[in-house]
């Protein structure tokens, strides 16, 4: 994954972050005038999205799950043969892990719960 560099300075009566020039022809999705929502995830890392026009933002979202799921689907189309099955071994564990677990897709899980 490429890493690119920049610089925060002052830009009329705002600061901004400038970026290397390649880091825009490689993601087009971060032209100029795009809408951008920057998200601090952890003390000296944020996260920059786009803001599409026309979609509303998901409230909900959270950042970082979203950059990961995005990673893992890039990873999945690009390197297929890196995807493999559970074991009958792994299942197992898993299902004596959650037996008697009772949830549905509405639950939500509580704030105070930290992974």
Do not use: C, W, Y
Not at 21 to 36: D, T, Y
């Amino acid at each position: 994954m490429p890493t690119f560099t920049g610089s925060i300075t002052t830009t009329g009566k705002s600061e901004a972050i400038r970026l290397d020039k390649a880091l825009f022809r490689l993601h087009p999705e971060f032209r100029q005038k795009a809408k951008v929502r920057a998200q601090v995830i952890a003390p000296g890392h944020a996260l920059i999205s786009v803001v599409e026009e026309g979609i509303p933002e998901l409230q909900d979202e959270d950042p970082v799950v979203t950059a990961f799921l995005a990673f893992l689907e890039k990873d999945m189309k690009t390197r297929p043969e890196r995807i493999a099955s559970l074991s009958k071994r792994a299942i197992a564990r898993g299902s004596r892990l959650t037996k008697g677990v009772k949830v549905t897709d509405e639950e939500r899980l509580p704030e105070d719960i930290a992974f």
